[in-house]
């Protein structure tokens, strides 16, 4: 009797060559999914009225991009509006990554909500027709999804109820994911909200990471066709300590290394309100702790990509160059770090060292 099946040896094959591609040496992702509505806040900041013009305006510079960022980026990440959006001559954008050896993506979760009766806990939402919606953008070229939960450090929290949910809803979006041959990134989230120290944070990520993998295991997940994409390990934005990045890789390869199968190809930060270069330095100083960590560790970094490049176009068209520049520095000091040879303070972008936090739960 069989009780269950693994995707066809096509699928694997298709899905473990995808994810490979994702995490090749040197190469990591841009995450640029942000709704309208998130863009709306981000577009404040450097007071650009947002509408869908501007936002296709600032998503087609990113995309536009010399074809030499593809020597650093594998991936990009869009958002639905975005993947049907076109450059100024009628060129959808999927259609512009793929031309450059760029792989698209797309966010396919619909937000954080409250779990009733938690500690104003979160879940997130979207797996009703999340078959057909992979179907559809497989077809219109997306090889790869995002989907991303949210985790909360206080003195009581993360429950158990918060734990065993979110690490389920990643689960059935998975296997979702694998049915309709798109690599799924796993996102748990553990958020920098709070004044927990860094072992705190050491093992909160553990205990969310090992339920992730237990119920990606119970859903038949096949993990060399996924990739993960967590926090790093810091401790809380409001607490006084100041960890070194060698600090900060070792608790992240600590906790990594306790929970995460060397099966997973690939293990890709997000930057979770980090400066840029704080960013870069914290995950070159990750690939160089000396440990074995059998898993490509890389970036996909949404605020800690683009915050340069964004500032320093402005919105106005005679800034492009410069800003697709700022984007280019940011793609080749995140490779370096991916590889562990970043010199801390050797690429600067007009972001500085600014922390990219904008609001209280990041929701
Ligand atoms: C909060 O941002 C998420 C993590 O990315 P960074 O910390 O590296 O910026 C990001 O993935 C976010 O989930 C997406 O950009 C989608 O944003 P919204 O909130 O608009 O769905």
Redesign the pocket.
Known sequence: TTYFYYPTKEVQDELSCTAKALVAPGKGVI?A???A??MGKRFQLIGVENTEENRRLYRQLLFTTDPKISENVSGVIMFHETLYQKTDGGVPFAEVLRKKGIIPGI?VDK?SVPLFCSMDEYTTQGLDDLHLRCAQYKKDGCDFA?W?CVIKIDKNTPSYQALMENANVLARYAAICQSQRMVPII?P?VLVNGDHDLDRCQKVTEALLAAVFKSLNDHHIYLEGILLRPNMVTAGQNSNKNNTPAEIGMATILALRRTVPPAVPGIMF????MSEEEATVNLNATNNVPLCKPWALTFS????MQASAMRSWGGKKDNVLTAQSELIKRAKANSLASIGKYVPGSVEGSAGAEKLIVDAY??
């Open positions: 995450t999914d942000e709704s509505s998130t966010k937000n995002k991303r996102e989230e997000l930057s979770g309100g970094f949404g605020r800690a990041e929701m």
